[in-house]
């Protein structure tokens, strides 16, 4: 199943408000959804490039503790761009037709920011990419 379109870009940050506002400053785009994801492991927001939700967006991933690679990433670069998502029609039917041919840091999906369902590729998979592949949940998690 290919990718249908680019759903968001993933970028690490120390300040979620501080980046938020330089973002709004220097582009006119605003912040329009944020969430707690992992219990308040990391804040995300999302800021909507040209069509809402449903469009391109950039995620801003503030983690607040260890436990995530969005942890490991802010301590070892500082901010920065971390991954490329890109919206599939169902993200497990795409691990199963990808699986074995590019290597998967998930071999399933699972939930994730947005009401999404989401699934890391590996680093490897992707030479200079970090691939996350999303679409809407289909059924809930526990």
Sequence with gaps: MPAKMLDHIGMVVADIQATAQRIE??????VVAEEDYGDGLIAIAFIPVGQGLNGPKIELLEPHRP?????NFL??????????AFL???????LDGIRGMVPLADQYGRPGAGKMT???????????????????????YS
């Design 25 to 30: 400053s220097a582009l006119g785009l605003k």
């Design 118 to 140: 989401i699934a890391f590729l590996d680093g490897r998979a992707i030479p200079g990419l970090l691939a996350e592949l999303v679409s809407p949940a289909r059924k809930e």
């Design 88 to 94: 599939v029609d169902d993200v497990d039917q795409t």
């Design 75 to 84: 301590q070892a670069h500082g901010d920065g761009v971390e991954h490329v």
């Design 67 to 71: 436990g995530s690679s969005a942890w």
